[in-house]
């Protein structure tokens, strides 16, 4: 099985597509796929079966939603999402990241809260984690408190991303940080690790 984590540039890809104006007032992308945006303040507006874009009030209904409508991105606000359930991704090609008006903020600006279960699982090829910061995770005896991607994805990429541990408590078996399953590949760029601590390998990331 092979196991692959490429650390440094991510090679880049240009997608034509055309731009428009929503009532928002924001600019979002015309394409078969969806731009999602995580705004409690603006939820629910428009129609996220009208190809263009909308507004959800959770990460885990950009998601759902996501999953249906590979190449998605969805772009959350500042503030902090507290989860209710791990956020699974099995749409090809989703984008979840930080989003601002100016295209400002840190990634301690937009951060999920797993609240003592796995952030996220990736089971879906060329899914890119962006700017955002991943507290309070924790898969158990498993692996991947902060990301788990699957067997034989590929594509996955985790960028100028942060994912934050107890340092005195363990939270996954193994990969306390992100766990890239055998035949995986990823590039994890830009990205920070601290106090994550796992039972037996991978305090940070394990492959």
Request: glycine fraction near 12%; aromatic fraction near 4%; charge should be negative.
């Amino acid at each position: 099985m092979r196991r692959h984590l490429r650390l440094g540039l991510a090679a880049a890809m240009t997608v034509p597509l055309m731009l428009a104006i929503p009532a928002s007032g924001r600019v979002v992308a015309v394409t078969d796929s969806l731009q999602i945006i995580v705004d409690p303040a603006w939820a629910p507006v428009g129609d996220c079966d009208g190809g263009v874009s909308c507004f959800v009030a959770t990460p885990t209904e950009a998601i759902e939603i996501a999953n249906d409508h590979p190449g998605s991105t969805i772009e959350l606000v500042p503030g902090t999402y507290t989860l209710t359930s791990t956020l699974s991704i099995d749409g090809a090609d989703t984008t979840v990241r930080g989003w601002t008006e100016d295209q400002g903020g840190t990634a301690s600006d937009f951060v999920i809260d797993a609240v003592g279960q796995r952030a996220f699982r990736v089971s879906a090829p060329d899914v890119r984690i962006e700017g955002l910061k991943i507290v309070n995770a924790d898969a158990g005896n498993g692996a991947g408190a902060g990301v788990l991607v699957d067997r034989n994805v590929t594509g996955f990429q985790f960028v100028d991303s942060e994912i934050e541990g107890d340092p005195s408590t363990v939270s996954a078996r193994f990969g306390a940080a992100i766990s890239i399953a055998s035949g995986a590949e990823a590039t994890v760029r830009g990205s920070t690790f601290v106090g994550n601590r796992a039972e037996r390998k991978g305090g940070a990331i394990r492959v």
